[in-house]
């Protein structure tokens, strides 16, 4: 009957060796694109710019440079480029703290990554550059607190 002919399944037999070559073959072929693009990916990222996010209420300027002294020594070590966002010129009239914000926004805009110290997720103004951060897909890193 001919319907017999549309269900059947043709039978194939295969070179059991060639075929393991075949997979293996393609295996380590996909595997060394992979191992290329992140080698891309590294090199890409070698040269970053970078913002620092840290709580800064109710802190000297001193102490703001102080806490980062050491995560903006490791990241110039390694090539990247920090940007200063502690602003300490005067604020025009109205808020400080929108005022500083703003700035810090229009600082992210110009970066490749933003790291998030300990105690970002309990300051405002980090909390809405972490939100911004997320929603245009910056590079984000939260250093653990030691």
């Not at 400080?96 to 998030?116: H, N, P, Q, T």
């Not at 911004?132 to 250093?143: P, R």
Request: proline share 3%; net charge negative; with cysteine.
């Amino acid at each position: 009957m001919a319907l017999d002919r549309v269900f059947s399944t043709p039978t194939v037999t295969i070179d059991q060796d060639k075929y393991d070559d075949l997979i293996k073959t393609k295996t380590l072929y996909l595997l060394k694109l992979k191992e290329e693009k992140e080698h891309k990916k590294m090199e890409e990222m070698k040269s970053l710019k970078i913002m620092i996010s840290q709580p800064m209420n109710g802190k000297s300027e001193e102490q703001i440079r102080n806490e980062r002294a050491k995560l903006v020594k490791e990241l110039e070590e390694k090539g990247h480029k920090v940007v200063d966002t502690i602003f300490a010129e005067e604020t025009p009239e109205g808020d400080a703290r929108l005022y500083y914000l703003a700035k810090s926004i229009e600082a992210m805009s110009k970066v490749d990554a933003v790291i998030f110290m300990p105690g970002w997720e309990n300051a405002r103004g980090c909390k809405i550059e972490h939100e911004i951060a997320v929603k245009y897909n910056k590079f984000i890193k939260e250093v653990e607190e030691n």
